[in-house]
């Protein structure tokens, strides 16, 4: 193409490059993207000066909709469109089907949002079958400075227009119509609900795109919209009280046909204005919900009360205004002082009685509701008072709702206090039948851990372990080495009675996971469960040779061999199998107990590990095989003696009884021990002989001499001659009988005013259970406190996401 002045015999030659083809963001058209390369050419041909510009061409598609052929329409724009070649043909079918499926989606959710029962004309507003036309907009925005009907059909005339997306870019560049609506809304919304409900439609179709919100806030339309709802629902407690009124002035005069008939009257009209109402609200929340994308608006709309407006609609009626509601508190939900304003406004109350309802959107709103405040343990409380476990276990069986309800039963299952409220209803069963269901494949995560949180209540594990569950569950455990499947049945043996009695059946399939080939993880529940057997005559020694279980429980004592939680459950079954005296003296003979000694000053910083261990000298010290070994041919009394005044209670208790036994059989430990407990218990005491001593052999109130030496000497101070005392005074210790550490250990020394009441501790009571190691035959010398095993309960706690 030539396109030189005359008599210049230069020519410029144009060539298109990199054409692309993609859809129009707005509008129902592709957009081709192409290059042009410009070159001017001399006289002899040679290229002199180039240029390239990039250029867009819009190809509307009028007639697509949802029955329009795209592989023919996709032809027929490949031919007519020069720039587009065959080979993109492929591409641009794709293309117009995205287009197809977008136009249907973005019609769905128009009439979703804005239905026709969201806008009909009320008033006598008519406009039958008159079409809206972009080329009007004038003419409309001149109805908006006429009387009240016309500034609703203008209105309504301008919202026909903006339903269409396609139409939003053209009504925005019109700041006069825009600016009109607005004025209108703020000047006349108390004058008619239909034109604030109609005008706030308009600008809600612009609030639907992020792209023109910034128009919204700029008019204010959100603030407006706040003050709107806040009238109304003023408006609405005032209708109330007024028809409550008449209703109560009926019943008082049943026999007044006048009252009925203004009664009745006043009913039919309070329906109609709480019809309109409710949809004026809704729109308003639309738009309201739209804005809150926006983190600084969102805050704004919480500084002028919203979560109470929200709260207070959730005893409307109406479910498409209840699901936008729900829905807008869901959003507000995640920020702690929304929560807080939930919690004070009752909202879990108010949210119980839609759960469950026949609105299947609205349900699910709810359900992510409840979801999200279930994390507060306040409002876990809350929701239990209110009904629903029950509720909420009933949506087990709707498929849909299943999984938004196993996760807020989880979390209501993780206070212990609540955990019992699951044995009355039917979600244990519907539980049970679920995990059967899941056969060979993985089961989901939330609904093992609600059923191993729910195992760890008594009442709870008697439900599940009905008829042949607890086969059926540890089969499957076995079978697929599941290690959550094994924690629930671990939960499950420990409680006492009928529920542990099961298990008796299964020791040796527990015992044959025991391996050092097995994930350690299954191991280590296996191990939890079978210490968890605290039957004196279950036969632990012929288990422990069976499987061959000693020499990897002693291996497994090394600090280091293996994860602590692993190592701790070893402890724990091995004070488990102490029971028996035959076990009791093999894990002797094996060396076992210098193990223990060692992991104890490897861990004793670790309160568990330490109460574990002191507990299986404590099981140890009935059997006379063990007693002997732990007594004369190690250190384990002096390191209990030791932990004896431990800031951890159970620790001191489960010292205080093994010490009692070891005194009650070694008269060398017996008096050490005596001694220790005085010296602790008289601590104050003891230092105030000193202090008199001292006083009276040099008169003065120094505790050591000029050469650095104490005057006592070396000794101890409970080896001193000056520590007791008797009717005539201080008296050696050599003069004192072995009846007076009878009587100080029988506790007769505080009968008698030897000693304050404030400084004997040990009382004696009853021996330990047999499931704690009392063996029948056994000769009952004295009473002993009972130990209590410390065992950290198991319970499982996995993060959802809100």
């Keep these: 193409m030539d396109s030189s002045p005359a008599g210049d015999r230069r020519s410029v030659k144009r060539r298109v490059k990199g054409c692309t083809v993609d859809v129009h963001p707005m509008e129902r058209a592709l957009v081709v993207q192409y290059e042009v390369e410009a070159t001017i050419l001399s006289e002899q041909g040679d290229p002199m000066i180039g240029e390239r510009k990039e250029c867009r061409k819009i190809i509307r598609l009028k007639s697509l909709d949802a029955d329009t052929d795209t592989a023919s329409l996709a032809q027929k724009v490949v031919e007519e469109c020069r720039l587009l070649h065959p080979s993109k043909l492929l591409e641009v079918e794709q293309l117009l089907f995205y287009l197809q499926n977008r136009k249907q989606s973005n019609e769905n959710q128009e009439k979703k949002r804005v239905s026709p029962q969201d806008f009909a004309p009320y008033a006598g507003v008519e406009l039958g079958d008159e079409e809206a036309n972009i080329n009007s907009i004038d003419e409309y925005v001149e109805l908006l400075y006429e009387d009240v009907q016309e500034k609703i059909r203008g209105a309504t005339l301008l919202f026909r227009l903006a339903r269409n997306p396609d139409n939003l870019e053209e009504l925005i560049q019109n700041e006069t119509a825009l600016g009109a609506l607005a004025r209108v809304l703020r000047e006349d919304w108390k004058r008619s609900v239909d034109l604030a409900m109609t005008i706030i439609h308009v600008f809600f179709c612009f609030s639907s795109f992020s792209l023109f919100r910034d128009l919204v806030t700029h008019f204010k339309i959100g603030a407006l919209c706040m003050n709107i709802m806040e009238h109304e629902l003023k408006r609405y407690d005032l209708w109330q009280e007024e028809l409550q009124k008449k209703k109560k002035a009926c019943e008082e005069s049943p026999d ?15 329906q109609s204005l709480r019809t309109k109402q409710e949809q004026l609200l809704r729109v308003s929340l639309c738009l309201l919900l739209n804005l809150a994308e926006d983190s600084r608006t969102e805050q704004k709309m919480r500084n002028k009360h919203i979560v109470h407006m929200l709260v207070k609609m959730l005893e409307r009626e109406d479910e498409e205004l209840l699901l936008v509601v729900v829905s807008f508190l869901k959003k507000l939900s995640i920020y702690l002082e929304n929560k807080d304003d939930m919690a004070e406004t009752f909202a879990v109350e108010k949210l119980a009685r839609l759960i469950p309802c026949e609105h299947e959107e609205l349900l699910s709103a709810a359900s992510r509701l409840l979801l999200n405040l279930s994390f507060d343990a306040v409002l876990r409380g809350h929701m239990v008072r209110a009904g629903l476990v029950p509720k909420l276990s009933s949506l087990l069986a709707d498929e849909g709702q299943r999984r938004l309800s196993v996760r807020i039963l989880y979390h209501i299952s993780m206070d212990d206090a ?24 993985k089961m989901d995560v939330e609904l093992i851990s609600l059923c191993i949180n729910l195992a760890a209540n008594q009442s709870n594990a008697q439900v599940i372990c009905e008829g042949n569950c607890l086969e059926i569950l540890l089969k499957r455990a076995l079978k697929l080495k599941d290690v959550l499947l094994m924690k629930m049945i671990r939960n499950l043996s420990q409680h006492s009675g009928a529920t542990k009695s099961l298990f008796l059946d299964h020791v040796d399939e527990l015992a044959a996971q025991i391996s050092e080939d097995e994930d350690e993880e299954f191991v280590m529940e296996c191990l939890g469960t079978l210490a968890n057997l605290t039957f004196p005559d279950l036969g632990w020694a012929q288990v422990l040779q069976k499987y061959d279980l000693v020499p990897y429980l002693k291996d497994r004592l090394r600090p280091g061999s293996a994860e602590d939680d692993l190592i701790l459950e070893v402890v724990i079954l091995i004070g488990t199998v102490s029971i028996s005296d035959s076990c009791a003296a093999m894990l002797a003979q094996s060396g076992i107990i210098p193990a223990l000694i060692e992991l104890l000053n490897a861990q004793q910083q670790d309160d568990e590990f330490v109460c574990q261990i002191v507990y299986v000298f404590y099981q140890m010290v009935f059997h006379k095989a063990t007693r002997d070994v732990i007594v004369t041919d190690t250190q384990a009394p002096a390191y209990i003696i030791d932990l004896m005044h431990d800031k951890n209670a159970k620790i001191r208790k489960v010292c205080d009884d093994t010490l009692d036994i070891i005194a009650e059989y070694d008269e060398e430990w017996g008096r050490k021990i005596q001694t220790e407990k005085f010296r602790w218990y008289n601590g104050q005491w003891l230092e105030m002989v000193v202090n008199r001593h001292l006083e009276e052999a040099g008169g003065g109130a120094f505790l050591f001499r000029e050469d650095g030496e104490s005057p006592l000497g070396d000794g101890d101070v409970l080896e001193r001659p000056v520590l007791f005392y008797s009717a005539d005074g201080i008296i050696g210790a050599d003069s004192i009988s072995p009846e007076f550490y009878a009587d100080f250990h029988s506790g007769e020394l505080v009968q008698t005013g030897f000693l304050s009441s404030g400084s004997a501790q040990f009382v004696p009571t009853d021996r330990p259970v047999s499931a704690y190691g009392f063996r029948p035959d056994e000769q009952s010398f004295c009473s002993f406190a009972a130990a209590s095993r410390s065992s950290a309960k198991k319970q499982v706690n996995f993060g959802l996401s809100h």
């Design 256 to 270: 007044s046909q006048n009252l009925r008939k203004e009664h009745e009257k006043s009913w039919r009209k309070y």
């Design 418 to 441: 609540f955990k019992s409220r699951f044995a009355d209803t039917d979600c244990i069963p519907q539980l049970m039948e679920l995990v059967f269901d899941c056969r060979d494949e």
